[in-house]
């Protein structure tokens, strides 16, 4: 397969890569692990002029974590390095399980957790876990640094809340209380290199005698963007985790996505397996405590 | 056409060679370095028969672009045998007959042998997820899984 002609760059630093951002506009694609891009413009469906490189961006793949601030996961920290790391594993159980299932090992030797968000996939695996988890994006631009929660980064299908000349620095997650726990569930046909039919992230919060004080469930792969899930999460708030809970939750789940038929299931499918696998994160986050 | 010389480490030798930045590091590695061992199968990520090895970490050559590896470290499937001696993951291929066509070879050889300059003592599973991205249409796993297996064992004794 030919690739179109393209000027690739790479700068130095963030503040180079911005002020490129916003000499060449619409005709330039930031690139972080490539991984999607390069398919994209493999099919035709981008023709970027310029790639903007940013693997060269020092001191941008970390994954730093504080009891008090949470983890900050750099913007070009590989999604291998996120699962293989111990205060992950530890603290953010439900990301680890999420970015694992994405592609293959080679894939996530490459591929960045910030470039699978800004990708912007509905069944992208690790943005239920972001959802859940609280997470929010650092950006900077022209007119400096702010932040967006991850549940404001999306405003339709493929469309990211970044103004011209702003990219992702990095995705901060809130620290996790001891009586939080967190799940991700997908649905595939293979284990690896596979897109999930359904994906589902649950995090639930109990009492000292175990009765649901707050939920967030975050659907993927059932909807324009990811999306939460209010009707389930109510259900399991003020009541003790059972199956007979999660089940019901799983019910009122399915009223809050709108998933289509594709090559990988019927819509009618999708909905039912909404049902299923918003039931097992649930009763898979509540067997962490 | 953008053309530039860029300057990397090829298979532990420093090189220095003319891209285009349209040229995915696999054609680059096969068409303008001549090294064939490296094969071309789907060019979409999902077969593996391209991986290579950047910094010592394995990726799909076809996910790439030849300038990307400026300054870094290129190890292809002609890096891995050392001195005319087949290293012990290749050997261990041959022993335990964990090719037929040979087609995926390569590549698996690449996944094996990152796998264990990272992790020397893997589970079956570990070996499975380490070759997740290379299809073998032969579909030959359980011996390429035994075979990587059996390497990790014979490089352990040794050390």
Same mark, same amino acid.
């Given at each position: 397969m030919i690739l179109p002609e393209f000027k690739y760059l790479a700068p130095g630093s963030a503040e180079e890569a911005i002020g490129l951002l916003v000499q060449y506009g619409e005709k330039a694609k930031l690139m972080a692990g490539g991984t999607d891009l390069i398919n994209y413009m493999k099919d035709g469906i981008l023709a970027p002029e310029v790639i903007i490189g940013l693997?060269?961006?020092?001191?941008?793949?970390?994954i730093v974590y504080d009891e008090e601030k949470g983890l900050t996961i750099g913007a070009l920290t590989k999604l291998i390095d996120i699962e293989r790391s111990d205060v992950v594993k530890e603290n953010y159980p439900a990301l680890a399980e999420a970015v694992h299932l994405i592609a293959s090992t080679q894939i996530r030797n490459k591929g960045t957790l910030t470039g699978n968000v800004c990708n912007a996939s509905p069944s992208a695996d690790s943005v239920s876990a972001l959802f859940v988890y609280g997470a929010s994006l650092t950006v900077k631009g022209p007119e400096g640094e702010r932040v967006i929660p991850i549940g404001d980064f999306y405003q339709g299908f493929k469309?990211?809340?970044?103004?011209?000349?702003?990219?992702?620095i990095s995705i901060t997650l809130p620290p996790v209380k001891e009586n939080e726990k967190a799940a991700y569930l997908a649905h595939t046909v293979r284990k690896a290199?596979?897109?999930?039919i359904v994906g589902v992230a649950a995090k639930i919060t109990l009492d000292e005698n175990g009765v649901c004080t707050d939920a967030k469930i975050a659907l993927g792969a059932v909807a324009i963007s990811c999306v939460r899930t209010p009707q389930a999460e109510s259900v399991l708030i003020g009541r003790k985790i059972t199956p007979e809970i999660a089940e019901i939750a799983g019910r009122e789940a399915m009223k809050d996505c709108k998933p289509i038929s594709d090559v990988r299931a019927s819509a009618e499918y999708r909905h039912d397996m909404v049902r299923v696998f918003t039931r097992r994160a649930v009763l898979a986050a509540a067997d962490r405590f | 056409m953008s053309k530039r010389i860029i300057s990397f480490v090829l298979n532990g030798d420093p090189t220095d060679a003319v891209i285009e930045d349209n040229m995915s590091l696999l054609?680059?590695?096969?068409?303008?370095?001549? =090294? #064939?061992g490296t094969k071309k199968g789907c060019e979409? *990520?999902?077969?593996?028969?391209?991986?290579?090895m950047l910094d010592g970490r394995p990726i799909n050559s076809c996910m790439a672009f030849a300038?990307?590896?400026?300054?870094?470290? =290129? #190890?292809t499937i002609e890096?891995?045998?050392?001195? *005319?001696?087949?290293?012990?993951?290749?050997?261990?291929f041959i022993e335990k007959w964990a090719l037929q066509c040979g087609f995926c070879t390569p590549g698996m050889i690449m996944s094996a042998t990152a796998l264990l300059s990272v992790n020397p003592d893997p589970t079956e599973e570990e070996i499975r997820v380490a070759i997740e991205g290379n299809l073998c249409r032969c579909t030959g796993y359980a011996k390429i899984v035994e075979a990587i297996g059996e390497a990790a064992k014979a490089i352990r004794e040794v050390q």
């Open positions: 693997k060269e961006i020092k001191g941008m793949d970390q469309k990211l809340a970044l103004k011209p000349g702003e990219m992702v290199m596979d897109l999930a | 054609d680059f590695i096969r068409d303008t370095l001549g =090294l #064939t979409q *990520g999902e077969c593996g028969a391209c991986t290579v300038a990307e590896i400026e300054g870094h470290e =290129l #190890t890096g891995i045998a050392k001195g *005319g001696q087949l290293s012990v993951v290749q050997k261990k």
